[in-house]
């Protein structure tokens, strides 16, 4: 299979040695959202792909300290369509991403899409995992808010079981990772790398069943989105790129 190279991306900005130490411990060279966002787009500007011809669709946390990877990313690609929830599943299903598919620039020889889908992790000042300096907020806050929450109960084997009409979404979290979490000895590090592999299973099987490659080109990035004091990274994870109904995994090495 061929692998499009991309130039591993390495973290740009200082933080703390402990806090360095941490996230290299769980997240291996994290590069800043904005120079990420600018290679994933020069990558696939290579392959035909711009902001003229390309509709971004986007699946991440609803969390506002996320919005910084949205407003990146339609610097590059323009407007985008949201399709993640809660910890950045795709909840929207196949419903928004049928709808999105409808979406595109049609007046080029190929519809195309570039899909980002993210959870998300904060590290504090001093290295808490989970951790999260918001702006206005005296005290320490967390993130991701729902993972954590998931994991406390997975603790204390307390998980609702119902999906309740004013906390759906939630709902669908807990059956969702419920497959994929560790239950011995859940911790937040586990619970946020099964979120991503919720996502990354999700993604593929929805691009896969929705989006024909009869006339539509499409990059999938996916990855967790990691909170600093001071500012965000991304840890890369799978991603790939069908062209012409052909599939090529990207990666990014040195």
């Known amino acids: 299979m061929l692998v499009i190279a991309i130039p591993v991306l390495y973290m740009t900005a200082k933080v703390s040695t402990m806090v360095m130490t941490n996230i290299q411990q769980y997240f291996p060279n994290p590069t800043e959202e904005s ?12 392959l035909g792909f711009s902001g003229d011809n390309t509709l971004p669709i986007i699946a991440i946390c609803r969390d506002e300290i996320c919005a910084s990877f949205v407003n990146a990313a339609e610097r590059h690609w323009g407007n985008s369509f949201t399709l993640g929830g809660l910890a950045g599943l795709p909840f929207a299903g196949k419903t928004g991403l049928g709808a999105a598919s409808h979406h595109a620039p049609d007046i080029y020889d190929r519809q195309r899409f570039v899909i980002y889908a993210m959870t998300h ?36 084997h307390k998980v609702e079981s119902k999906i309740f009409t004013d906390d759906g979404e939630y709902g669908l979290l807990t059956h969702r990772l419920a497959k994929v979490a560790p239950t011995d000895s859940p911790d937040l590090i586990g619970v946020t790398k099964a979120a991503l592999a919720a996502i990354r299973q999700d993604i593929d099987g929805l691009t896969t069943t929705v989006l024909d490659t009869q006339q539509a080109d499409y990059a999938v990035f996916t990855g ?31």
Request: glycine share 12%; hydrophobic share 35%; proline share 4%.
């Open 35 to 46: 120079v990420f966002m600018a290679k994933t787009a020069s990558t696939l500007e290579t």
């Open 121 to 156: 992790i904060g590290f504090g000042p001093d290295a808490e995992i989970g951790g999260c300096v918001r702006p206005g907020m005296e005290h320490l806050n967390g993130a991701c808010g729902a993972l954590i929450a998931y994991t406390e109960q997975l603790k204390e």
């Open 224 to 254: 967790t989105q990691i909170h600093l004091p001071d500012g965000n990274y991304v840890q890369t994870a799978d991603s790939w790129v069908v062209m012409n109904g052909q599939r090529q995994d990207i990666s990014f090495n040195s």
